[in-house]
């Protein structure tokens, strides 16, 4: 037997070294903070010199690395640490340069708003003075279109609603917003986002109502958007009417059982009778799939809309909801190619259903009609108005003002 000890196969070859262009940088966000940070400390408050120094280091330096880095540095005055505490302190080098950086290095437009996100997230985190400036400078952000409203997300973060920091942070906010453009250019960039219809979220869910939210932010100075979130509360309580109202027709609720139904939602939203014929018309003709033939959809029509004059009966007994109805009903004919020589018919019906009366067809035909379609309407109507004219004066239920 061999008692030597048997050697262990090694592996021979030629070692390659790494390139040096292809060995990964280490990732040192402190490194990058401390570079930094000791230029902006050697430009002093020269502004020219600090703009200089930023726009120059970003072709040293990994702008695109490092961003979270740098707008932690620009605007909230150094690296945060979880939870928003600033792990150094320093002071804010901020605003003026960040719209300079982002227009020369288009890649920091992502960094910069995702930045702002996490700051709003973290506001717990700063003073109420730093707050407040943070607040007038979001506003400032979001007028000059650097950053999209969807930002406001992190508002709604369930912690700082429920101790009122979201509320007064967005007070300051929308002061500036406002102040720099006004209360129409804030309701296009919310809806834009989808944030339109979610202000209350704002609050706590026992005070998400239009009451608390108007009197906070009108008590704030803040009247304008007050109205605005009033508005779109309303829009959204008649879009879900309106659906309501289609599924009821779907499922063959009876019209008294409807006529009931609306009247109590009046009560409820203290919708206006004028309001409500919109409403309802817009429900019954979204109710059926309309032919796509000319010759065949007034026929339809008619039969249809035969079936729920007595609904829109319910909510014409005022003159001006009996403008309204017929404005409604122009304006659909006009939407709706394949009803545009259905409108007569149509009218001639609802006035003999006793939904229209004349007064109101009369006064739409001379003034009241609008400019959609406007001759080819006034053309049919002709002969129906000369009828009307002519007809003998003193119905039972007399005339109804307008």
């Known amino acids: 037997?061999?008692?030597?000890?048997?050697?262990?196969?090694?592996?021979?070859?030629?070692?390659?070294?790494?390139?040096?262009?292809?060995?990964?940088?280490?990732?040192?966000?402190?490194?990058?903070?401390?570079?930094?940070?000791?230029?902006?400390?050697?430009?002093?408050?020269?502004?020219d010199a600090v703009a200089k120094f930023l726009d120059a280091s970003g072709a040293k330096l990994d702008y695109r690395r490092y961003a979270e880095t740098l707008f932690d540095i620009l605007v909230a005055g150094g690296m945060l640490a979880p939870g928003g505490t600033?792990?150094?302190?320093?002071?804010?080098?901020?605003?003026?340069?960040?719209k300079h950086l982002i227009r020369r290095y288009k890649y920091l437009e992502k960094g910069f708003e995702e930045e702002i996100k996490k700051l709003l997230l973290f506001l717990k985190g700063f003073t109420e003075s730093e707050r407040n400036?943070?607040?007038?400078l979001t506003g400032i952000l979001l007028a000059n279109g650097n950053i999209s409203a969807s930002i406001l997300n992190s508002l709604f973060n369930e912690n700082l609603v429920k101790e009122g920091v979201s509320a007064a942070f967005a007070v300051k906010l929308f002061k500036s917003w406002i102040n720099e453009k006004d209360i129409n250019s804030v309701a296009a960039s919310l809806r834009k986002v989808g944030m339109d219809n979610r202000l209350m979220e704002l609050?706590?869910?026992?005070?998400?109502?239009?009451?608390?939210?108007?009197?906070?932010?009108t008590d704030a100075g803040l009247k304008e958007?007050?109205?605005?979130?009033?508005?779109?509360?309303s829009i959204g309580a008649r879009k879900e009417l309106?659906?309501?109202?289609?599924?009821?027709?779907?499922?063959?609720?009876?019209?008294?059982?409807?006529?009931?139904?609306v009247r109590e939602e009046m009560k409820k939203t203290n919708i206006s009778e004028q309001t409500m014929i919109g409403i309802v018309w817009t429900s019954v003709m979204s109710s059926v799939e309309w032919n796509k033939k000319e010759e065949l959809v007034t026929e339809q029509a008619i039969k249809h809309l035969k079936q729920y004059s007595p609904l829109l009966k319910a909510f014409t007994s005022q003159g001006l909801s009996e403008l309204t109805l017929l404005l409604k009903i122009q304006e659909y004919c006009y939407d709706n190619i394949h009803f545009m020589k259905a409108f007569q018919k149509?009218?001639?019906?609802?006035?003999?259903?006793?939904?229209?009366?004349?007064?109101?067809?009369?006064?739409?035909?001379?003034?009241?009609?609008?400019?959609?379609?406007?001759?080819?309407?006034?053309?049919q109507m002709k002969k129906f108005v000369e009828w009307l004219k002519n007809a003998e004066e003193g119905k039972p239920n007399g005339p109804r003002s307008i």
């Open 346 to 379: 149509i009218v001639v019906l609802l006035y003999k259903a006793d939904v229209l009366s004349e007064e109101a067809i009369l006064k739409w035909y001379t003034e009241g009609h609008l400019a959609k379609g406007k001759s080819v309407f006034l053309e």
């Open 133 to 136: 400036k943070l607040a007038m």
């Open 86 to 98: 600033l792990s150094d302190d320093m002071t804010p080098f901020c605003s003026p340069y960040n």
């Open 203 to 217: 609050f706590p869910a026992n005070k998400r109502s239009c009451e608390h939210f108007s009197k906070y932010f």
């Open 1 to 47: 037997m061999n008692n030597q000890k048997q050697q262990k196969p090694t592996l021979t070859g030629q070692r390659f070294k790494t390139r040096k262009r292809d060995e990964k940088e280490r990732f040192d966000p402190s490194q990058f903070q401390e570079s930094i940070v000791q230029g902006l400390n050697q430009t002093g408050t020269d502004l």
């Open 242 to 261: 309106q659906k309501e109202l289609q599924e009821q027709m779907s499922r063959g609720e009876t019209l008294k059982d409807i006529i009931a139904y």
């Open 225 to 233: 958007l007050s109205d605005f979130a009033r508005n779109q509360q």
